[in-house]
């Protein structure tokens, strides 16, 4: 057999090509479309919004905020909030003046923002006032402190309005701007040094996919998600590096969500699974529908066939799906409205093909030899929107890397077609007798069951099979099944090694910022139980 055949049955799919033309980089996402737009609404949240030329000037006013507070170049900066505009205007800030922006995650207990702050030592903290407890027993150093919304002279909003906006500055956009934590499903947290290059390369390449054509000025985007995650925040940046509107909400209630798709038109919007079921289900509790929405993104879980049905006879709208992760600045692959088709409905398991200049490849995890199409084995990526490094942590940014490839820790596989079908973690695989057993292939199974909502599949120590296949569900309101019924449901669809041994029903499921189910939180919680009984 020859090379070329060779290589061509080795798992490796390409993204489309790169193209410069009419590339911005974050900083400049403001001013470019105040010299064009100046009054269009560009930001909005649940408490006010922001002209182009608005946001322009807040963001050079929040760079005279971050020097009277000594956060220069390479300086960082925390933030503990819930969705806010002036976080978005904040970290525009940081990609203007070289700082360093890192988000903390609202949900996190005080130790745990406490091993933030140690670990990136900021100058400065801005943050909402119901998390001020967590931060007085967090903060070891007593940091400076700015509140978002505190009203008073003291407070962000009348502090960044007293300040004259600070003239442009040179930056340099391959240094980080962001310092975004891993959740820590293994040991501490890893603070991922993401620099703007690396995220305008992303938004730059989704103008390239034809999933994204179409769009038009009026557009109006919604992002509920959690813009201190990659994907929260990186859908901001979807609608400002086109100069439409985007608003940001801290309500992910149903009821508060259609309530702001209807108020304001809505065309478009980024959820996971689960939120655009809710949605569905408000309105048909209310009888309305959204006629203005013209997408739906999602990431974070895939898409089962019966949802996509609902949703697309509910909404009428297209559906793009995403797979990715802070250390490629974003998005590595999407699923693009085409593929959204019931009648493949094999594609609905897939997260799609490589962004424009992403290249994935399938290779051993222990060896880090390229494995044949439809091998399972672990994620490989290349990408100009890698991370830089794990903040003081060069044997884990080494451990990660392989020259220019990201060695994910995701388990996958590729199809002849170079569609991209997600395995599981490389560390959550089940071995149970002998067999190779990837949660997300069960998963994928016990969610077509009509009374269960969401599920997550692991492995438990097991005296005869080394570990058990166990399933903890979380059911539908108002829904019940027997364990015995989902074990007869999965057997229809599944090799007996891979039907849960054990079902936990009407377990709470534990999940990141992003929506995703910990299977490893989960799994140890268990294991305690195991321990104390």
């Known amino acids: 057999m020859g090379m070329a055949a060779a290589d061509a049955q080795m798992a490796r799919s390409q993204g489309p090509e790169f193209v410069e033309d009419g590339f911005l980089a974050i900083a400049d996402y403001p001013d470019h479309f105040a010299r064009t737009v100046p009054d269009r609404l560009a930001l909005a949240d649940d408490r006010r919004g922001w002209t182009y030329a608005e946001l322009d000037r807040d963001c050079d006013r929040f760079v005279a905020l ?17 969705n806010d505009a002036l976080f978005i205007i904040a970290h525009i800030a940081a990609a203007r003046c070289g700082a360093v922006m890192v988000p903390i995650n609202w949900r996190n207990t005080a130790p745990e923002v406490g091993y933030v702050l140690e670990d990136s030592a900021p100058r400065l903290v ?19 402190r700015l509140l978002t919304d505190d009203d008073g002279p ?16 040179d930056y340099d956009a391959m240094a980080p701007f962001l310092q975004l934590y891993t959740s820590g499903t293994t040991g501490k947290p890893k603070g991922v040094m993401t620099s703007q290059y690396a995220m305008s390369f992303m ?44 608003h940001v909400t801290a309500d992910t209630t149903p009821a508060g969500l259609l309530d702001l798709c209807l108020r304001h038109g809505i065309t478009r919007t980024f959820m996971v699974p689960t939120l655009v079921r809710a949605l569905i289900e408000e309105m048909d509790a209310r009888g309305v529908r959204v006629e203005t929405l013209r997408s739906i993104h999602y990431g974070a879980a895939s898409m089962d066939p019966q949802l996509l ?14 797979y990715g992760m802070t250390e490629i600045g974003g998005s590595a692959t999407v699923l693009q409205p085409e593929d959204h088709d019931t009648s493949r409905p094999h594609l609905l398991r897939s997260v799609g093909r490589p962004m424009p200049g992403v290249t994935i490849e399938i290779r051993d995890p222990e060896t880090g030899r390229r494995l044949p199409v439809d ?9 100009p929107s890698l991370f830089s490094s794990y903040w003081k942590r060069p044997e884990d940014t080494e451990k990660a890397m392989e020259g220019d490839w990201y060695k994910s820790g995701d388990g996958g596989r590729i199809d002849a077609d170079g569609y991209l079908f997600l395995t599981d973690r490389i560390k959550d695989m089940v071995v149970s007798g002998g067999e190779n057993v990837y949660p997300a292939e069960v998963e994928s199974v016990l969610r077509q069951h009509p009374a269960i909502l969401d599920c997550a599949v692991f492995g438990l120590p097991h005296p005869k099979w080394g570990e058990g296949v166990t399933a903890g569900l979380e059911l539908r309101p108002g829904m019940a099944v027997t364990s015995e019924e989902v074990i007869a449901f999965a057997r229809q669809s599944l090799a007996a090694y ?8 009407g377990v709470t499921l534990p999940r990141t910022a992003a929506g995703k189910v910990q299977r490893g939180k989960l799994r140890a919680q268990f294991i305690a139980q195991m321990e104390d009984s």
């Open 66 to 82: 971050l020097q009277h507070y000594g956060v220069g170049v390479g300086e960082r900066f925390g933030w503990l909030g819930k």
């Open 126 to 144: 801005v943050a909402d006032s119901e998390f001020s407890s967590t931060l007085d027993a967090a903060d070891a150093v007593g940091l400076p």
């Open 154 to 169: 003291e407070g962000l909003r009348a502090r960044l309005a007293a300040y004259d906006p600070a003239p442009r500055a």
């Open 203 to 246: 938004r730059h390449g989704e103008k390239l996919l034809p999933g994204f054509a179409g769009w038009g000025d009026d557009e109006m985007l919604l992002s509920p998600l959690p813009v201190f995650h990659i994907g929260g925040l990186s859908w901001v940046q979807t609608a400002l590096c086109r100069g439409v509107t985007v």
């Open 309 to 322: 049905e609902k949703s697309v006879d509910r909404l009428g709208c297209r559906f793009l799906q995403y």
């Open 375 to 383: 091998t399972p084995g672990e994620i490989w990526l290349a990408s």
């Open 498 to 505: 891979k039907v849960p041994r054990r079902i936990e029903i």
